[in-house]
């Protein structure tokens, strides 16, 4: 049970004005039409309750930038801003401001399609900004999420936060909107955004700046899912802050994903002070591309790498990419690529410099007798070396040659790789 206060309805199908008194249940939009509404205050008494219930297709909601919130010192757990409710078709909301709830900002559940949020600003949501929760049976299909700012969702009763979670979702769009400072803390696990089980999903023009969590923090994932496309993305000062061998940030996480593209994107400043942090991490997936891409100055104390494939990633690429500045400290190692039993992939044309700690290399493959085609890349000023790959048959075309002196490699195959030097 909750009160609204300040809340106008007007059903344009219907050219109808209705005032409305104080409500004790959730507000219940179950027809058809536009509507207009202003600042909502929820009171709840019971948990898992909602602000506003969307139980009707076709609408649109426009809060003319309205602010939902939970009354001040009302604790009643996992109070929801909107919530949309299973199998619905052509749902907009736009134009609001969501924050200090228990529960959800905005929770579209299973079997709806055609959803937009347009224009919504979501702060202090403890169990997370927009999540989409489609199922096998009956995924949400079809929507657009843009120009929106999600901040502070730092999770509940010790699960993991979230900015945004897509779950079983197919042809979503995700355009400029920022996800800051969505972090569990040492509580859980952290995300900006989490793409999970999707398919043809898409996002562009995104940051995720400040995000993390315990064993995890991640600025934004790819999980289990296929043909997703990020482009001219950006992910800042994702932190992880435990100490197991397992325990990483991750700038970018592609998790058991195939043929899911990266394109002009950038992570950066990505720490774990106690254990591994990654720019762009895909694990055991399966076709996936980076392209033109740039990671520098992850910080790890026993791993710091820029790209890392790792578990078996198989027939993935990174084309024309820079890693550069990765830092494993005093005790650990950096890297520009790090190949972690990964397979048949192709590393081709990248830039991996300045990438240092105890030891530090442009480029380290773990298996001997790599099945990788690693060629014409370029290494300059690791610690250890530019390149770390063993063959016990045939050579790794590596040809070594000094800055600004450019005539041993003049007439080299491109499909050499080069390190730079500043001396013989």
């Not at 569990?184 to 043809?200: D, I, K, M, P, Q």
Request: charge should be negative; include cysteine.
């Amino acid at each position: 049970m909750f009160i609204k206060k300040c809340l106008l309805v007007l059903i344009i199908t219907n050219v109808i004005l209705i005032p409305l008194q104080a409500q004790s249940i959730c507000f219940s939009i179950d027809a058809p039409g536009v509507y207009d509404l202003s600042d909502i205050e929820g009171d709840p008494t019971d948990v898992n309750d909602a602000i506003v219930c969307i139980d009707s297709s076709d609408v649109i909601v426009d809060f003319h930038n309205g602010i939902l919130f939970q009354t001040a010192g009302n604790q009643v757990g996992g109070l929801t801003g909107i919530r949309v409710n299973c199998g619905l078709n052509n749902i907009t909301i736009r134009n609001a401001t969501i924050r200090s709830l228990t529960g959800k900002g905005i929770n579209v559940l299973e079997g709806c399609s055609n959803i937009n949020i347009e224009n919504i600003e979501i702060v202090d949501c403890d169990e997370g900004g927009i999540l989409f929760e489609g199922t096998v049976a009956n995924s949400i299909t079809n929507g657009l999420i843009t120009n929106c700012f999600i901040d502070s969702c730092t999770g509940a009763d010790a699960n993991a936060a979230y900015g945004l979670r897509l779950i079983e979702s197919e042809n979503i769009s995700i355009d400029n909107v920022i996800f800051q400072a969505n972090d569990a803390g040492t509580t859980a696990n952290g995300f900006g955004a989490s793409l999970e089980f999707c398919r043809v999903c898409r996002m562009s023009n995104c940051q995720a700046v400040a995000n993390g969590g315990d064993q995890l923090g991640v600025g934004i994932a790819v999980i289990q899912s296929q043909w997703t496309t990020i482009e001219d993305c950006d992910v800042l000062n994702t932190v992880a802050r435990d100490a197991a061998s397992t325990s990483r940030a991750a700038g970018f996480l592609l998790d058991q994903s195939t043929h899911s593209n990266l394109e002009n994107c950038l992570s950066k400043h990505n720490t774990n002070l106690l254990a591994q942090a990654f720019g762009f991490e895909s694990n055991a997936g399966n076709g996936n591309l980076f392209i033109q891409c740039l990671s520098q100055n992850n910080i790890g104390d026993v791993r710091a790498a820029g790209f890392a494939f790792r578990n078996n990633e198989l027939r993935s690429s990174i084309f024309r990419s820079e890693s550069r500045g990765n830092n494993g400290g005093a005790s650990g190692e950096g890297l520009g690529i790090f190949l972690d039993t990964a397979q048949q992939c192709d590393i081709s044309c990248n830039q991996l410099n300045s990438n240092t700690g105890l030891t530090g290399y442009g480029l380290r493959d773990t298996v001997t007798n790599t099945t990788n085609l690693i060629a014409g890349n370029s290494a300059f000023n690791n610690t250890s070396g530019g390149f770390n790959v063993t063959r016990t048959m045939g050579t790794f075309p590596v040809v070594t040659a000094q800055v600004g002196d450019f005539s041993a490699i003049a007439d080299i195959s491109k499909y050499f790789n080069i390190e730079f030097t500043v001396g013989p």
